[in-house]
Nanobody
Framework: VQLQASGGGLVQAGGSLRLSCAAS????????MAWFRQFSGKEREFVAAISWNGGTTYYIDSVKGRFTISRDNATHAVYLQLNNLKPEDSAIYYC?????????????????WGRGTLVTVSS
């Protein structure tokens, strides 16, 4: 496993979680990092991305103002802070590393993927 996501769990609506993704230098340094999520029975959906140096971020509209992506280049980790969670945020969340413009949501641009972590938001 080249990327390892963790931090998912069960939380009530309005609550928060912090997802973490541990990577190696090989799968992290110089790459755009992103979080995707997959709803049951649906295709994987892009959620947020951060540039290789952390200077630029991008979010899909449905999570803007609630989710924050960050990275620590010293420890090869990327994070996703999830605030004000809603039941419709319930999904398996995946981290990924790759190239492309900050707002390019195509999954094919990402070379490395981690196993997902499940987020369940109860109403």
């Amino acid at each position: 496993v080249q990327l390892q996501a963790s931090g998912g769990g069960l939380v009530q609506a309005g609550g928060s979680l912090r997802l973490s993704c541990a990577a190696s230098e090989h799968t992290f340094s110089g790459y755009r990092m992103a979080w995707f999520r997959q709803f049951s029975g649906k295709e994987r959906e892009f959620v947020a991305a951060i540039s290789w140096n952390g200077g630029t971020t991008y979010y899909i509209d449905s999570v803007k103002g609630r989710f924050t992506i960050s990275r620590d280049n010293a420890t090869h980790a990327v994070y996703l802070q999830l605030n004000n969670l809603k039941p419709e945020d319930s999904a398996i969340y995946y981290c990924a590393s790759g190239d492309g413009d900050i707002g390019d949501t195509r999954s094919k641009l990402f070379y490395y993927w981690g196993r997902g972590t499940l987020v369940t938001v109860s109403s």
